[in-house]
């Protein structure tokens, strides 16, 4: 599966970005520092946005808008799924489990 389409990639770079950062539930990031994390530019934040409102909708994701900007973070209730994920992205990096 080395070569998913751009949505899963996009998925994976999300989960993974929230995952590295320890984002579940008190920890999180703020929008712009997640749709621009890893991202070829091509792709255009409004697109990144749209995957990560899917994941929302699928329950994996969360967000709360404060004054300024949205906060993000991981469904610690999903866990297994967002792992899931995340060795997904491994795999595709290349990156060995200890």
Not at 4 to 29: F, M, N, Q
Not at 42 to 71: C, F, M, N, W
């Amino acid at each position: 599966m080395a070569d998913g389409s751009e949505e899963e990639i996009i998925e994976e770079t999300l989960v993974w970005t929230l995952y590295r950062a320890g984002c579940w539930g008190k920890g999180h990031l703020s929008e712009p520092k997640l749709m621009k994390s890893g991202f070829p530019p091509h792709l255009g934040i409004k697109t990144v946005k749209k995957v990560a409102d899917k994941l929302r909708k699928q329950g994996l994701l969360s967000y709360a808008p404060t004054g300024r900007e949205v906060k993000w973070w991981l469904n610690i209730n999903l866990k297994s799924e967002i792992e899931q994920i995340v060795e997904r992205r491994r795999k595709r990096l290349g990156i060995e489990t200890f």
